[in-house]
């Protein structure tokens, strides 16, 4: 059925904002008296990992996708004027979401965005009407053996431990996180890849991620607090996972059940960017389960949320 949204809501606007003298990049569809869907990308990417995804939406969804700072068009402070930890860049996206006007949202999070999500909506757990997490982790069977190079730096943080993640953020690697897991390799458009090796090739960048993968610890370190939110707040919650992820396993997906037995759990014969080869597929998910719920400021987020529940491909 033909949206009845105008054209020009339906496209993808691309804005910049202040917030606290940090410059956010963030491309924004979708009418503003639509339900908020907030989505927040991961490594090594920024909100263009969502272009394909926006389109399908934003006939129902005010959508904003921000860049983290350091990622992306938005800006790269100085690790002198900065601290590159996840703290402080869901610190600075909590300010994005009041400077925007977004008081109470749903969620999507990937890789990175899932622990800057989850800060949020620990933080601010009514604000939060849903959590949709693709490929975002919060439980420790749900990290591979992949994490182990980057484990040994945070149990020694050596300059020799440090160096030897150098590897991670090398052009093939990108692409590699981008194909691995994939049927078929060629499904996987090069654009996405070829401009996150584009970005992190700015001087200044490799280490700014190498911050971050010293702090990803914090981020374990945080698991039970997040799933005490989860059990205390149940917020309605949708696993979208490419079941062939190198870093992030499914049973970190069946684990969400554990905390929120209403969690639907879906996986896709993918990888890790799961939006390069299955975004109509994902799209068509989130949709069904963010119909039967009012996610509109003042409704019940929980409405109708004991519908579908468990596991299903």
Not at 29 to 35: M, W
Not at 100 to 121: E, I, K, S, T
Not at 252 to 277: C, I, M, Q, S, Y
């Amino acid at each position: 059925m033909e949206s009845p949204l105008p054209d020009k809501l339906r496209k993808t606007r691309y804005r910049f904002v202040d917030v606290d003298r940090i410059k956010i990049f963030y491309r924004e569809a979708g009418a503003d008296t639509s339900p908020p869907l907030l989505l927040l990308h991961g490594f090594p990417s920024a909100g263009h990992m969502f272009r394909d995804l926006i389109p399908l939406l934003a006939d129902r969804f005010h959508i904003i996708a921000p860049d983290l700072p350091g990622f992306g068009q938005s800006a790269m402070p100085s690790r002198n004027d900065f601290r590159y930890t996840f703290d402080n860049i869901a610190a600075v996206i909590d300010r994005f979401t009041e400077v925007v006007g977004l008081d109470r949202f749903a969620v999507y999070v990937f890789d990175y965005g899932a622990p800057v999500g989850f800060r949020l909506a620990k933080r601010h757990p009514g604000r939060i009407t849903a959590i949709i997490s693709q490929n975002g982790n919060a439980y420790e069977e749900g990290l591979s053996d992949g994490w182990n190079p980057i484990r040994a730096y945070w149990e020694l943080p050596s300059e020799t431990n440090r160096e030897a993640l150098r590897t991670l953020l090398s052009p093939e690697t990108t692409r590699w996180q981008y194909t691995h897991g994939v049927p078929d390799p060629t499904s996987v458009s090069p654009d996405g890849y070829s401009l996150d090796n584009f970005y992190l090739a700015r001087p200044g960048a490799d280490e700014v991620q190498l911050d971050l993968f010293g702090d990803y610890k914090s981020n374990v370190a945080l698991y039970l607090a997040f799933q005490d939110y989860f059990r205390t707040y149940r917020p309605p919650f949708l696993a979208v996972w490419g079941e062939n992820d190198p870093f992030f396993l499914p049973p970190g997906a069946e684990a969400f059940k554990r905390d929120l037995p209403g969690a639907v759990v879906r996986f896709f014969d993918t990888g890790h960017f799961a939006l390069e080869t299955h975004v109509e597929e994902i799209a068509s998910a989130i949709r069904d389960f963010l119909a039967p719920l009012d996610l509109q400021p003042g409704g019940s987020a929980l409405k109708a949320h004991a519908g579908e529940r468990g596991s299903r491909r």
